[in-house]
């Protein structure tokens, strides 16, 4: 049971525990009510009650519902495999892990039908020690056994593997390269999306200009933590959003199939051999393409 206590937040209790527990939408914080998984001084309450400084909030995490994920035989493009691990390239528009409305034709889908996977995250994750976007692109690693899992979530924990992303963005950058430090958590203002708020999670995105055009900037973008969206995230807060982003981007961008952003570049520790590896993929085609066009018309004169 998650339990945190109220300090000067004050209104009613769905309000309140939707910016405590940022990690869950409103609508499940309303089922968690509606359902009496939501305690206030260990008294389950509905979502009007006047919450005070000091009351103690716990939220009840009920069972997850058993849910069979099959086993589908969709191709993958693999960069590297072995007995531990799996490096594999994935595309634009794939989900990586079943949830609520993609239950099939996902990351996970495919890779069970191709290999056994760890089991450290359950039923929904099996072998997902990091993820990337729907419409995002590139480099996952990927656990077959458990042993390697714990030793490539460490890497991430420690912040010692490599993940680096091409991405074209608005507006011209001025700097050659820059540090974005700024913390990540769920938006007050709309609940899909994440944004830089003052009690969010530490996040750090390092990034360096590849190619300027007129009106946009290529960038190579490093991330030295993984939060939810966190390059859209940033590039938006320092005033270039990504192109073709659908959430974070204006409604006046380069239509792709979502926003232009590559995971182009993995490195980590292999768990078993302890030999440093790092694998690195050219951009999609889509992309490519996007990039041939702005140099024929969006070049700096």
């Known amino acids: 049971m998650l339990e945190k206590t109220v300090t000067t937040e004050s209104g009613r209790l769905d309000k309140v525990v939707s910016q405590l527990f940022d990690d869950y939408s409103r609508s499940q914080i309303q089922k968690l009510l509606d359902e009496g998984h939501i305690f206030v001084n260990g008294t389950s ?3 009007k009650y006047k919450v005070k400084p000091d009351d103690v909030i716990q939220l009840e995490q009920p069972e997850p519902k058993t849910l069979e994920i099959k086993a589908e035989n969709i191709p993958l493009d693999i960069v590297y495999e072995d007995d531990d691990v799996l490096v594999v390239n994935k595309p634009q528009g794939m989900v990586v892990h079943p949830a609520p409305g993609h239950e099939d034709g996902t990351l996970v889908n495919a890779l069970l039908y191709h290999c056994p996977l760890s089991t450290i995250n359950g039923t929904f994750r099996p072998g997902i020690v ?55 958590g769920r938006s007050l203002k709309d609940r899909k999306k994440q944004a830089v708020i003052k009690d969010g999670r530490h996040a750090v995105t390092h990034f360096k200009v590849i190619k300027r055009y007129q009106d946009y900037t290529l960038v190579t973008c490093i991330l030295e933590t993984g939060r939810t969206h966190q390059i859209r995230v940033h590039m938006k807060y320092i005033g270039h959003p990504l192109v073709g982003d659908p959430l974070y981007g204006p409604k006046n961008t380069i239509k792709g199939q979502g926003q232009f952003l590559h995971a182009g570049k993995l490195g980590f520790v292999h768990p078993t051999t302890g030999k440093e590896m790092v694998f690195e993929v050219p951009i999609p085609e889509i992309f490519q393409k996007c990039l041939n066009y702005l140099d024929k018309t969006n070049l700096l004169l």
């Open 130 to 184: 990091h993820r990337i976007d729907k419409d995002t692109s590139g480099l996952l690693m990927v656990a077959k056994n458990d042993k390697a899992h714990q030793a490539l979530a460490s890497q991430l924990k420690n912040k010692t593997n490599l993940r680096e992303y091409t991405a074209l963005v608005h507006g011209r950058i001025k700097e050659d390269e820059g540090t974005i430090n700024a913390p990540i």
């Open 45 to 47: 309450q509905k979502a």
